[in-house]
């Protein structure tokens, strides 16, 4: 089976054309649609197995990252996206996305009672911009993750901060939703210092999960760190080949996450 990919548009999301390409690159058909139009024509949601709603600024996140924009979903295209999860789908929200996904409540969703929002992703701790690269430890049995112990992948956000009360935590952990989390180059946790963890996440958290795993809500982005040359270690990479005389290989680690996807589908 080849999987069909609708990726969202509209009101300041931004990066649509490379979240498309990534999925397109590991095999998958899809489309770019405005969120206008699939509130006008919800049951093109029918014609899909995967939603990817990418990084970007939506409505100049003025009234908090991801918020206006989730109240637009949740108005207008509520039931339809809760149709959607429930069938045998992969949504991902990825960096702004990752914002959208918190407010609508698609995460972590305990119990699957979709729609209560009982975390937030806040201003980073230190009150700037962050783009930068990261590393990752990746513990999920998500169909997004299968295989994934670490990523090393880039970071662009200014609220990216996972926060939440000590019960909602404990659940998480508990439940194996927390996805990754933000780490230092060896491995070991972030323990919040900075720059490792970029934004001060409670528990370094990264990325997280609904209880079956096929929802997953991201801030760093994967397709941004999909082929060797765009990483920002790649003189030293591709020095080292040189003198060892090895090749370099293409892929890198963010194309992890869209090979994934389209495995699910095959299988």
């Known amino acids: 089976m080849s999987a069909r990919v609708l990726v ?11 979240t498309l390409h990534a999925f397109k690159y590991c095999g998958l058909q899809g489309d770019i649609r405005h969120i206008n139009d699939v509130i006008e024509a ?9 939603l990817a709603i990418p990084g970007g600024f939506s409505y100049g996140d003025d009234t908090g990252s991801g918020n206006a924009f989730a109240q637009k979903i ?16 992969l949504t991902i929200g990825i960096c702004n996305g990752c914002q959208i996904l918190s407010n609508l409540g698609l995460v972590p969703a305990f119990d699957r009672q979709y729609g209560q929002r009982v975390i937030a992703v806040t201003h980073n701790i ?4 962050q783009c930068r690269w990261v590393d990752l430890k990746v513990d999920s049995a998500s169909p997004w993750l299968v295989g994934v112990e670490s990523m090393h992948i880039p970071v662009a956000h200014g609220e990216g901060r996972f926060i939440m009360d000590a019960g909602v935590h404990s659940l998480l952990r508990d439940n194996g939703q927390i996805a990754a989390r933000y780490c230092k180059g060896n491995g070991n946790p972030a323990n919040g210092e900075f720059p490792y963890n970029p934004n001060g996440a ?33 003189d030293v990479l591709k020095d080292t080949a040189q003198r060892e005389g090895t090749d370099l290989p293409e892929n890198a680690d963010g194309i992890r996450v869209f090979q994934n996807a389209a495995a699910y589908f095959q299988e």
């Open 74 to 89: 949740k108005l207008a295209l509520w039931q339809p996206l809760t149709e959607f999860v429930a069938r045998d789908t």
């Open 8 to 18: 969202i548009a509209g009101y300041g999301l931004n990066c649509e054309e490379e």
């Open 126 to 129: 230190n009150a700037r911009y």
């Open 42 to 50: 919800p049951q093109l949601l029918n014609e899909y197995n995967i």
């Open 202 to 234: 409670m528990d370094d958290i990264a990325a997280i999960t609904d209880q079956t795993g096929k929802v997953l809500a991201i801030m760093p982005h994967p397709e941004r760190g999909m082929f060797t040359w765009q990483r920002d270690d790649f």
